[in-house]
């Protein structure tokens, strides 16, 4: 991998963390505090959440903690996508 790629991934990486962390504001926002709405805004608009979308959102934080996870897994230089990485315990 290339000095680009490996930017690009840790461009993309630093972003994702962002998302979720502007997720996890919107779940203790709703949840924890008990209001009754949180908005996330993004790309020149923003979506509202209420307590009916937490596992919407829990979900999506899912999948982008997942993605983040691939990144690390590529800039480590570990197995690509899809292969099992086997631990052996004593």
């Known amino acids: 991998m290339n000095d680009k790629a490996k930017q690009n991934l840790i461009k993309n ?12 504001r919107v779940i203790h926002e709703i ?6 709405s949180a908005s996330i805004s993004a790309g020149g608009g923003s979506k509202s959440y209420t ?3 937490i596992s919407r959102l829990r ?3 899912s999948d982008y903690a997942g ?3 691939q990144i690390q897994r590529r800039l480590a230089g ?8 086997m631990t052996v315990r004593y």
């Open 51 to 53: 307590h009916l979308d």
């Open 13 to 24: 990486k630093s972003r994702l963390l962002g998302w979720v962390a502007e997720i996890d």
């Open 78 to 85: 570990g197995p690509s996508i899809g292969k099992r990485i």
């Open 31 to 36: 949840a924890v505090k008990g209001t009754a």
């Open 59 to 61: 979900a999506l934080r």
């Open 67 to 69: 993605r983040i996870t």
